[in-house]
Structure formats: structure tokens, C-alpha cells
């Protein structure tokens, strides 16, 4: 009798948690969907735009000189032929990929941890205002990080059991499509190896297992089935890797650097490039030295060991989370470059989080629970309520609503922006793209017509030279600032 009222209970407990899990689910599916279409798509969901309505043997001469991998814009390309180019279907796949990736992350975290811990990481993942956001962009972003966490979901399940077929699978499957996502998975692949490769040392040559010192769980390593996964991953990339080349001397040669001063005010960035090149050999030679030395390897424990994270100042570190999302969080609705490269690094701090949290007494745990639901549910408020993204619908409704038939559109930068606006744009004035400094003699094409309109976006180089120029050539006679885009009004006839 007893024995049964305790089965029943756990049952009980067992419905109850998933009913929570499933609740959870829920609410960060429709944080997703909410408002999906709602704002207009900005720069980088235009080139998306762009690129998918290319015949694929353009779109793969297009990416030579682009970063990413042709996974996104391929899947893109067949979804949007069918179901068109609505800002609703461009973000929907996106949608899809982070609503799964909530449940993926469950069964990632209960794979390391108790089921506690998983729900509660669920949760900060749930409501986590970066992920809505990147859920509701026709970028690749939320189909990499669902291809991540599958990817080391599967690692992770290898790493327990690598004699079973589907976990090698499933480790080359995902890793094999997130490789085709976005050109950081060659980080996470890369960290992949290093952690299989010292964790496999340390056993064979010390007898340590450090995964089971970690997370407490037996592993079972075979470098054989590892080897054939890097193999069978190494194959699914040789059709790429001709462009995969070009796409590494642009990168090197032009963007990044470019990237490097724009965003950051340096020129310096092969001085940053061959320090973090040497910084990573430098670990990786420790790591090796750690596997064959003993002594060292205690004393590094050692040192690890009279580390421990009193809770009064994770109270101070998890307060100061919060503080942090609180203030800045208009600022973090943009899409920032470093916050986008370091995506993949946030879940483990959802986890982090959670993990500790536990540690609390009960009490303390719920305030610090209650006082995290209020401030998120405060910036989930403001990201429906705010433009994060570039406000092109607005600046197109302007210009159709606002302009004469004698009028001409000057932009700069003519690219991307180009693209985004001419999105929503129906209208057929004249339009002039310049891009750098020197195309600064087209503004004179403005002669001739009534009032000419200069439209600057993304023009972190040049700065408000073309503008200096306009002013001095005509009167300036409106100015509307939108999100991430001006737009100047010049009487010129």
C-alpha cells in the first residue's frame, strides 16, 4: 500500500513538472510569434531578401565574397519560392527554429543535470528578449543555434555512449548542418575536438575522467567513432570549400578588418588576428601538457578547488544580470555584432543561473525568481513597444507620401540599405546609389529636379560628409530621423 501511495506520487510530481515544462513552451512560442511581421525588416533581412530570389548558381557566385555558408539562404530559397516574400515568411522559419530550440535546450540541460535545473534554464531561455529577438529575424541566427545546442546535445549523448549508433548520427547530422549555418560553427566544432581529445588524454594517460568529475556521469570514449565523424564532417564541406577559400580572403584581407575599424574606432586588426592565433596555440599546447603532467594538473585542481562561489555573491552577480538588462536593453534591441558572435555562449549562462540558483535556500531563490519575472516582463513590454529594427516601411511611406513627380532619391549607402527600402517602395522617382567618399560627385544628378532627397544609413566611414556637401549646394527644408536611417529634404530647382 505504502509502495503504491509512492509510486502515485511521483507520478503526480512527474505530471506536474510537465505541465511547468509545457507552460513554459508555450509562453516562449507565443513571445516568438507575437508581432512577427510587425516591424519592418532592416539591412541584413533585405540582403536575405535579396539573395533568396537569386537561381542558385548565382546566389552561390554572390556568396564568394560574402561570410556565411549557403544553408540558410538554400532552405530559404525553397520555403519563400512557395510561400512568398511577406515579412511573415521570411521570419517564419526563424520562428520555428527558436520555438524548438526552447525543448531542445530542456533535453540538452537533463542530459548534464536534474530535471530542475533543465526547467529553469528552459524558463531564462524562454524569456530571454535576445532570443525573441533573433527568433524574429529573417537571419540565420536561430537556425544555428538550434542546430548548436542539437549538436551538443549529441556530443554531449556520445560522449556517454558512443557505441550507439544514433548518437554518432546524430553528433555528424547537426554538426554537418550547422557547418552550412553560419561560419562560427567552426568555433563550436573546434572547441568540440579540443574538449573530446583532452578529456580522452587525461583518461588514458592519467585515468582521470574529468566529465564524470563534472557533471557526474560516466563516459565512454571511442577516438575511432569520433575520427569517422570528423572524417564523414570533413567530406560534407569538400563541395564548399573552393569558395569556402575566397570567402577566408575576403574575410581576412578585407571585411574583417573593414568590420574591425568601423565598429571599433581601430585600425589593428592583424595585430588582434596573429595575437588570438597565438594565445589559442598557447592553450592548446597547455591543455597537452596538462595530459602528460600530473603535478601540474593537481596544482591547477588545486587552485580551481579554493574557488568557490559564495552565494551571497552570486546573489550579487545574477542582481547585477538584471540591472545590466534593465538599463541598456533598447540598446541590446538593436542587432549588435557582439552579441550576435557571441550567441551561442548565452545558454550556458541560462544554465549557470539556474544551477546556482538551486543552491539557495528556497526563500531566497523565489525573490530573486519574482524579482527576474517582473524586470523581464518590464523589457519584453518595451521590445513590442520599441523599433528595434531599421524603420524602412516608415522611410518608404515618407518619401511615396511626401515626394513630387520632379523629385530624386540620393542614398547612402547603396547597398543593403538600397535593397530594404525599395521593399516597401512602390514609387518611381529617379534613384542614385553611391557608396564610398568618392562617389560624392553624383550628387550633382540632383540638378534639374525640384527637391532631391539624401537618404544615410549604415554610413559609419563617411560619416555626415555627404550631407556637408548637400548643405552646401542646397537648402535644406525638412529632416526626419527614423531608427537607424536619416533623411534630408533639399529644395533644388
Known sequence: MEE????????????????????????????????????????????????????????????????????????????????????????????????????????????????????????????????????????????????????????????????????????????????????????????????????????????????????????????????LFLVILFLSYVPWLQIFYTQIQHLVFYQFPLKFNEKLGLDGFYYFFILAILIMFAGLYYLYYLTKNKSSLQKLQGLFGKFKLKNSYFVLIFLGWIVVNLIFHQHFFNNLFYIRYLLFIFPLAYVFFAKRLLKLKKVSMIILLIVYLIASSFILFQYYEIDGKEQWREAAEYIEQDAGVNDILLFHRSGHPWWAFNYYYSGNLEQVRMDMDEDIWMLQKAEGHEHAYLILSHNYRTKELFKEEMDERYKLINTLELNGIKLYKYEVG
Open 4 to 227: 503504491n501511495f509512492k509510486v502515485s506520487t511521483t507520478i503526480f510530481q512527474k505530471k506536474h513538472f510537465m505541465i511547468l515544462l509545457l507552460l513554459i513552451v508555450i509562453l516562449g512560442t507565443f513571445l516568438r510569434f507575437h508581432e512577427l511581421s510587425e516591424e519592418s525588416i532592416w539591412v541584413d533581412e533585405a540582403f536575405t531578401y535579396d539573395y533568396i530570389q537569386m537561381d542558385l548558381s548565382e546566389l552561390v557566385e554572390t556568396l564568394r565574397v560574402e561570410v556565411h555558408p549557403i544553408g540558410f539562404y538554400l532552405l530559404h530559397h525553397y520555403w519563400n519560392g512557395i510561400l512568398g516574400f511577406s515579412e511573415m515568411a521570411l521570419r517564419f522559419l526563424p520562428f520555428i527554429f527558436g520555438s524548438l530550440s526552447i525543448i531542445v535546450l530542456f533535453f540538452l540541460v537533463r542530459q548534464l543535470y536534474d530535471r530542475r535545473v533543465a526547467l529553469l534554464s528552459t524558463l531564462f531561455f524562454s524569456l530571454s528578449y535576445t532570443f525573441v529577438m533573433y527568433s524574429q529575424e529573417a537571419k540565420m541566427y536561430a537556425q544555428f543555434i538550434l542546430f548548436f545546442l542539437l549538436s551538443i546535445l549529441f556530443f554531449v549523448r556520445f560522449l556517454q555512449k558512443a557505441k550507439f549508433n544514433s548518437n554518432l548520427i546524430g553528433l555528424t547530422l547537426f554538426n554537418i548542418l550547422m557547418l552550412h549555418t553560419h561560419f562560427l560553427s567552426f568555433v563550436v566544432i573546434f572547441l568540440e575536438i579540443v574538449i573530446y581529445y583532452f578529456f580522452y588524454l587525461l583518461k588514458k594517460g592519467q585515468k582521470i575522467d574529468l566529465f564524470k568529475a563534472l557533471f557526474k556521469k560516466n563516459a565512454k570514449y571511442d577516438l575511432s567513432k569520433f575520427n
